[in-house]
């Protein structure tokens, strides 16, 4: 399966593709009225016939819980898998800051339609308009929801539920549970999920790892699944599969994802014919803590919350060495105020992560290393009190001042961009379908809504409104039409599925090499950072386009598994990961070549604005890439899913 050690394209000129055109299939009429029209003319499954369809969703994550907790609720037999010990230790019980949803409650100005533009916006015109209305639209049900699940988002005084801004946005419109959203909303789906488990409508499988897609008669139709405490490799078989399996950050080893968060389920899908689209739309986070060494292993996020009341600066002096409390107001350059006045410090995060590059390697960096900016709470301490800052961010605080040693209230803390998020993922439909019928993906994992740069707070938005709100209607249209015969593990397809996974297991244990998979992932990572990172080049995508394969041809030579594969074995888990990894990391460089323009998160340095913004070619450019396996050691067919502009009119991102 991933073995391939030589090179997709020659680098040494601008590689060439087969082309196509995709259709999204987005229904037609005005964009209000799409998705309420479509789900009218959606067919239905009678609740009898439900129970007759088994649906494997994997993931339970926001996206995987909320999807499967609602199949299970309307009838579905539904199969659950996740890789954690439990379904609520998902990575989406990482999210922080908060769920952004369009409910004017602060009478700011709010509606569906700014949501709906600040989100286009946000993305840089390079996102789908009829999904992101769509999300808009939903956004409002999210927070009903999950109001009525129990869910403790913060309230004020007179008991209404509290809001905050996050960056992009000029109203405050993100509602949140302290810094621990994400965790609040994960318990939420939980025990609706716990619900169906009792009522045996789901069937939980937690402690195993999808490996390869069954595609039987062109359609999704099982998988195959690794016991992770037994190393028992299993098939099943069902009429249509969700993957909800989160976002591939880790390709960059250093990333403020969970250290398990990987792609191999996108990847095995992607070479089962699943498309991929806009691989290198990955979103660089301005607010984490600074590296602090060689041999760190994952990187922390502080919220883009802290941005509502943290004033982000760098000394006007290089080089300063002073105590940060020690430098004057007038030696103080808080540059994203001065130079983006009407958005200030909340202006999106790809823009705030430039700015923080800039000054850092102008040389005005701090802190030991010279690699963070200040995030400074002073003025909002003198302004509101100690206590308020800490009822709204203290387990923020706290985490900061575990990591670093330092005291948060009393230093600013020092901050500086890592790699957080990935807009690119499997191509879906505006059913949220793949390019393989039946296999539907969900949250983090496709491609949809965030164009190339995802606003703060959008995607736990996101996750929950594929899951509860979308594909409950969409999945029981595709089951009502689909052709389904029937299928049992005994087809060569899942037989063939399964020697293959089997093979490389034994594959890695055999190769007795001298280096760890770790050392390998930090290599891949060092690269694609430096090559494929905040800022990109043709040269440097070249670079690594030649240095992938070589670093990979050394991986299947001289990797060091040990262990059996018949137990608890998490370095043969992490080698099929980074194997993984390597080949992904190949097409995000290939994609990021491709676009030869820069937009949101991709920004290609030959392609800026003299004031040092991303510079679009819209005439060129503004559609959705989606990549398709063409075989090993070919280069992949580019198909281009024209975006259309009809209610947001496509003009330069400014944020001044
Ligand atoms: C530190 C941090 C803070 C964040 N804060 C916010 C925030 O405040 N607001 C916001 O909107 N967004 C935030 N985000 C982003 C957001 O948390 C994620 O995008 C979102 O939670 C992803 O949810 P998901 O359901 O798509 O995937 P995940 O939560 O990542 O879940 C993936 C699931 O897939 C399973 N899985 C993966 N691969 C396999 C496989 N091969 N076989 C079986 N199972 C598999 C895993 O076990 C897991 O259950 C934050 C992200 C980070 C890293």
């Not at 330092?406 to 993922?425: F, N, Q, S």
């Not at 299947?556 to 074995?569: H, I, K, R, S, Y």
Request: with cysteine.
């Amino acid at each position: 399966m991933a073995t391939e050690t030589s090179p997709a394209v020659t680098v040494t000129q601008m590689p060439t593709f087969t082309e196509a055109t995709l259709d999204p299939g987005v229904p037609p009429g005005p964009i209000e009225e799409k998705w309420e029209k479509h789900k009218f003319n959606m067919k239905l499954v009678n609740p009898a016939n439900k129970r007759k369809f088994t649906i494997l969703v994997l993931g339970t994550g926001l996206a995987g819980a909320s999807a499967a907790a609602s199949l299970g609720e309307l009838g579905y037999n539904v199969k659950s898998f996740c890789f954690q010990d439990s379904p609520r230790r998902a990575h989406s019980i990482a999210a922080q800051g908060g769920i952004n949803a369009a409910k004017n409650y602060r009478n700011d100005g709010d509606s569906v339609f700014r949501l709906f533009y600040d989100t286009i916006k946000g993305g840089d015109y390079r996102a789908r308009e009829a999904n992101v209305y769509r999300l808009a639209q939903i956004s409002t049900n999210i927070i009903d929801q999950c109001v009525a699940q129990g869910v403790p988002f913060a309230r004020e005084y007179g008991g209404l539920l509290d809001t905050r801004s996050f960056g992009g946005a000029q109203v405050s419109r993100t509602f949140y549970a302290r810094g621990q959203t994400g965790q609040q909303l994960l318990l939420g789906a939980y025990q609706a999920l716990s619900r169906q488990i009792a009522a045996k409508t789901v069937e939980m499988h937690p402690r195993t790892e999808m490996l390869d897609l069954v595609v039987i008669d062109g359609r999704a139709r099982g998988v195959v699944i690794r016991d992770l405490i037994t190393g028992k490799i299993e098939t099943y078989v069902g009429d249509a599969v969700v993957m909800a399996t989160g976002g591939y950050s880790n390709v960059y080893y250093l990333s403020t994802n969970a250290k398990g968060c990987n792609a191999s389920a996108i990847w095995r899908a992607y070479k089962k014919g699943a498309y991929l689209a806009n691989p290198c739309f990955t979103q660089i986070h301005p607010t984490c803590i600074p590296v602090a060494g060689e041999s760190q292993s994952k990187l922390t996020l502080m919220s883009e919350s802290l941005r509502n009341d943290g004033r982000i600066w760098v000394p006007r002096k290089a080089d300063d060495k002073r105590n940060p409390n020690d430098i004057p107001e007038g030696e103080r350059n808080y540059y994203l105020e001065e130079r983006y006045p009407a958005f200030g410090n909340l202006v999106p995060r790809d823009v705030a992560s430039r700015a923080a590059k800039a000054v850092v390697d102008s040389g005005y960096g701090v802190g030991e290393l010279k690699n963070g900016v200040y995030l400074d709470f002073s003025t909002a301490i003198k302004r509101l009190g100690e206590h308020v800052i800490k009822d709204r961010y203290g387990n923020l605080f706290d985490m900061y001042a575990n990591i670093t040693g330092e005291d948060p209230y009393k230093v600013p803390m020092r901050i500086y961009p890592a790699l957080h998020y990935t807009m690119g993922g499997l191509w879906v439909d505006y059913n949220l379908m793949s390019s393989i019928p039946g296999l539907f993906v969900l949250g983090e994992a496709n491609f949809s809504d965030h164009g190339a740069n995802r606003l703060g707070a959008s995607a736990l938005m996101q996750g929950l409104s594929d899951g509860y709100f979308v594909l409950p209607y969409t999945m029981g249209n595709y089951l009502a039409q689909a052709t389904l015969g029937k299928v049992t593990t005994d087809d060569p397809a899942f037989k063939e599925a399964q020697y293959t996974v089997d093979d490389q297991v034994k594959r890695f244990l055999a190769i007795k090499g001298t280096r760890t998979v770790d050392s390998f992932h930090r290599e891949l990572g060092k690269l694609m950072w430096d090559d494929c990172g905040m800022g990109r080049t043709a040269e440097s995508l070249q670079h690594a386009l030649t240095k992938i394969p070589q670093l990979r041809a050394e991986f299947w030579a001289n990797v060091n598994v040990p262990g059996g594969g018949n137990d608890l074995n998490q370095e043969l888990e992490k080698a099929g990961r980074v194997a993984d990894f390597f080949e992904l990391a190949e097409l995000i460089c290939l994609d990021a070549l491709h676009r030869n323009e820069s937009c949101g998160g991709h920004f290609r340095e030959e392609f800026q604005t003299p004031d040092g913004e991303a510079l679009r070619d819209d005439e060129n450019y503004a559609y959705v890439a989606a990549w398709q396996y063409a075989g090993a050691g070919v280069s992949p067919i580019l198909n281009k899913e024209p975006l259309k502009f009809d209610y947001v009119k496509l003009s330069q991102r400014s944020y001044k």
